[in-house]
């Protein structure tokens, strides 16, 4: 490196802390030391280092730049106007509603592939690129990685860690930002980068420690970064708030604008209007996988089969006529079944192990990519991801969620393996999809439609088999339900979804034994549901029984309410639902526990329709 570029690239690093300085400043909030201890490791990086086509941010031969330490988005954006992908006036909008410079990064400044700022998630999701590019894109970009050095204490960089070492991924570099200082104290390790990068050698990692301000050093690193056969880490010590006196290194200044911006910038040499020439990379096209065609599996009415099984049937013919189709599991693949695809496709199928965080991160880095994936895992573990899954409706991410073994239904492994939450949770996620098939038709059709679904799609399936009632030829789809029985002199509408399903359907024959006709509702699609079905059954019987397997609170029985909550004349509707902690048992011995079977639905109906008759005497 030449004098002469040394220089530039100090002053770019001057520049990239004035602009940030500026930034929070004129927003009257933001992250302005964070993004000043982290400058000089970016500039070098834009100058030299960098492959990344700014005009065309989506060809897929760029590199990825990911700042998993979001709330450094001064200085992010201080680089994107540097480079040209901003102007002045776009630039002033920081912070401002409707700008496309929010607070943390989203994808709607391009090239950002992801949303950051919920600490932790950033290197984890560039594991999902660097994959990518190593198994499916087969294209040589780079994914680097600008870390938090308090972000080091989330067990998810840890998965990050150990699942790029155990990939290989020689494409992926970590710049962790060690300014010591985080929110409110210091960090566990202060500056010991040497213990830091004792740690991530022991992981498999190539690491390296360097003053995060030496341009020369930054360069050095960088260097040898782009040479080793594994992941590398760089570990950069630096100083926040670094080249003004007032901020550097000093506690409580995180998260706020400086109390004299002017003097600042002046302390920092003024005002520049550097610009970047970033290098291209050398145009080349995706990895396509080859596919066979076929046809998504059918099974005949009356037979039982497992949806969980009928999930990973369906997805591995999925496979079969969509080559951008990948899997991911958590190592549960004999149970979830995504073990048919892992077979028919092994070169898309991505083990994640017993890491719900790195497995939703890989498939939101596959999808920044193009690919479409699908991740699976027994339903009441998404919950240890669900931060993860939150963060990636607001990346805008695409997402395949099979959850399996949900509800007490599961039986004799007990309540640690029942998902009794996930409706909800899910529900809760912006522009989500739930859908919970009652049989294996209804969950291959659904596969299907998730494939090309946007947004997070989640799909329950369950452990016991279930009938087949389904014929291959019926519609099928996001949104819509199945009507099991109707008739113009029914009393009373039963609503089941799932393994309920079978048990309203009997519970409809005990009512019509006593002379009470029911209609029957498979409400396969929580969200969205059919509202227009829900309101005219509720209509014709103004009475209805909603039977789920899943806690009370937010599942299907409040997604039946809020259906039908426009109605203006009278309905009543009963709940019935999981409200006492399941234990071991039967299949048989837990949904008669939770009152959630044939004979507890019908009970319910006897019992709401007698109400009904006492109020109208």
């Known amino acids: 490196m030449s004098d002469n570029q040394a220089d530039f690239r100090r002053e770019l690093g001057q520049q990239l802390r004035v602009d940030s300085v500026r930034l929070a400043a004129d927003a009257g909030s933001g992250h302005p030391t964070s993004s000043m201890s982290a400058a000089d490791l970016m500039a070098v990086l834009l100058d030299g280092h960098l492959r990344l086509d700014y005009d065309n941010p989506h060809a897929p031969d760029n590199d990825h730049l990911i700042f998993s330490k979001g709330h450094a ?3 992010y954006y201080s680089m994107l106007k540097a480079v040209g992908a901003i102007d002045a006036d776009e630039f002033a909008t920081y ?97 010991d980068v040497e213990t830091y990068a004792a740690r991530a050698r022991a992981f498999g990692w190539h690491a390296i420690t360097l003053d995060g301000h030496d341009v020369e050093a930054i360069e050095v690193a960088y260097a040898a970064a782009e040479v080793t056969d594994r992941p590398t880490v760089l570990f950069a010590r630096t100083k926040k708030g670094k080249g003004v006196a007032a901020v550097e290194d000093l506690p409580g200044k995180h998260g706020k604008p400086l109390d004299d911006p002017e003097a600042a910038i002046a302390e920092l040499g003024g005002v520049r209007d550097l610009s970047v020439s970033v290098a291209k990379p050398e145009s080349c096209s995706p990895h396509t996988f080859a596919v066979p065609g076929g046809s998504l599996p059918v099974w005949d009415t009356g037979s039982h089969v497992e949806t969980r099984l009928a999930y990973g049937k369906a997805l591995a013919a999925l496979g079969s006529l969509r080559g951008d189709v990948v899997a991911l599991d958590g190592e549960v693949s004999n149970s979830t079944h995504s073990e048919e695809f892992a077979h028919a496709h092994p070169d898309r199928y991505f083990e994640m192990y017993i890491a719900e965080q790195q497995m939703i991160a890989a498939a939101v880095g596959m999808q920044a990519r193009g690919w479409v994936p699908f991740a699976s895992t027994f339903a009441a573990f998404f919950s240890r991801a669900y931060d993860f899954i939150r963060m990636a409706a607001i990346s805008r991410a695409d997402l395949r969620l099979s959850g399996s ?213």
């Not at 496309?100 to 949303?115: F, M, S, W």
């Not at 690129?129 to 970009?141: E, H, T, V």
């Not at 089941?496 to 006709?517: F, H, K, N, P, S």
């Not at 299949?587 to 109020?615: M, Q, T, Y």
């Open 73 to 75: 988005s001064p200085l």
């Open 95 to 191: 912070r401002q509603f409707g700008s496309r410079l929010e607070g943390h990064p989203t994808p709607r400044i391009p090239p950002t592939d992801v949303a950051t700022g919920s600490l932790g998630q950033g290197l984890p999701v560039g594991v999902g690129i660097a994959l990518a590019a190593q198994k499916l894109d087969r294209l040589p970009y780079r994914v680097w990685v600008l870390c938090g050095d308090s972000e080091m204490a989330e067990g998810s960089m840890w998965e990050a860690f150990e699942h790029a070492a155990h990939y290989g991924l020689s494409n992926l570099v970590a710049i962790v930002d060690v300014n010591r200082l985080g929110q409110t104290t210091e960090t566990m390790l202060g500056w």
């Open 405 to 617: 073994h949900a509800g007490v239904s599961i039986g004799p492994d007990g309540p640690s393996q029942m998902a009794l939450e996930d409706m909800a949770s899910l529900r809760a996620v912006h522009g989500s999809a739930v859908l919970h098939p009652s049989d294996a038709n209804q969950t291959a059709r659904l596969v299907e439609e998730m494939a090309t679904r946007k947004g997070i799609s989640y799909l329950r399936t369950l452990r016991s088999k279930t009938l087949v009632r389904t014929s291959p030829d019926e519609d099928v789809h996001i949104g819509g339900s199945r009507t099991l029985r109707s008739t113009s002199d029914d009393r009373v509408t039963l609503i089941g979804c799932g393994i309920t399903v079978e048990e309203t359907d009997r519970a409809a024959e005990l009512l019509a034994a006593e002379g009470i006709q029911a209609r029957v509702v498979d409400c396969y699609s929580i969200k969205p549901i059919d509202a227009d079905t829900l309101i005219a059954a509720a209509r014709d019987t103004h009475a209805v029984i909603v039977a789920e397997d899943h806690w009370p609170e937010g599942g299907l029985g409040d997604a039946v309410l809020d259906a039908l909550a426009g109605l203006d004349e009278p309905v009543i509707v009963r709940k019935l639902a999981v409200r006492i902690m399941p234990t071991s048992g039967t299949p048989e011995e837990l949904l008669r526990a939770a009152g959630i079977d044939a004979e507890a639905i019908a009970a319910a109906a006897r019992e709401v329709l007698a109400s009904r008759h006492a109020a109208v005497s």
